[in-house]
């Protein structure tokens, strides 16, 4: 586990759930703290990109703070782990089909709406509530999950991995989405895990042990 001088950053550019992220990652035996300063990102030991609302905010938000090169430093210079909470997994992505702001481009993937499921029926969006996830490759985010692990979804968009390797959880909503990314030290969780109980609790365990 994580020691009190080794904590989690968690990023603070406007549009995140922060006290709830903290609170799940403390009872997972993290030290938390939150920044939007730009010199403590690019130092940090770990960060949770978190997120709630619009691409092209977020974006917006990230550049308007100085955010941008502090965390490409940090995480694709000195590769210390991230992950991406909801919108915070979307902006890893190159773009997104809402709006014309480019994404982070750490993924190969695009942010897509859903629109049909295979039989051209209109699916319920936004996609909200519990679904069952599937893990699509080992990782320490998914080593202590429950058995049969749900997680609490909040969202129109999903991401589109054009390399499914990229690919570490997957759900359905219509059709099978991906739930969770992981290429290298990035990391990202469409749902809420600090709306997930003991599911969310698990994988932050994970994320506070790499």
């Not at 950053?9 to 939150?34: E, F, H, L, P, Q």
């Not at 974006?59 to 090169?69: Q, V």
């Not at 915070?88 to 993924?107: K, N």
């Not at 319920?124 to 490759?137: D, F, L, S, Y």
Request: with cysteine; hydrophobic share 40%; net charge neutral.
């Amino acid at each position: 586990m994580p020691t009190p001088d080794t904590p989690i950053t968690i990023v603070d550019y406007g549009v995140g759930n922060i006290a709830s992220v903290v609170n799940i990652g403390r009872k997972a035996g993290a030290s938390m703290t939150v920044s939007s300063d730009p010199d403590t990102i690019a130092g940090a030991h770990k960060l949770i990109l978190p997120g709630v609302g619009a691409f092209a905010r977020g974006m917006s938000n990230l550049r308007e703070r100085g955010l941008i090169a502090p965390l490409h430093r940090a995480v694709i210079e000195r590769r210390i782990p991230i992950l991406g909470l909801c919108l915070g997994m979307q902006l890893f992505t190159r773009r997104s089909e809402e709006g014309d702001a480019e994404g982070l481009g750490w993924i190969d993937a695009v942010t897509e709406r859903f629109h049909c499921d295979t039989n051209g029926s209109q699916l319920k969006v936004p996609h909200m509530g519990w679904n069952r996830i599937e893990v699509a490759k080992a990782d320490p985010l998914t080593t202590d999950l429950p058995a049969d692990p749900r997680f609490y979804f909040v969202h129109s968009f999903f991401v589109d991995c054009k390399d499914r390797s990229d690919v570490l959880l997957w759900s359905t909503h219509g059709n099978r989405f991906a739930a969770g990314i992981q290429r290298g030290n990035i990391r990202g969780v469409q749902f809420h895990p600090e709306k997930s109980h003991q599911y969310g609790l698990a994988l932050m365990r994970g994320f506070a042990s790499l």
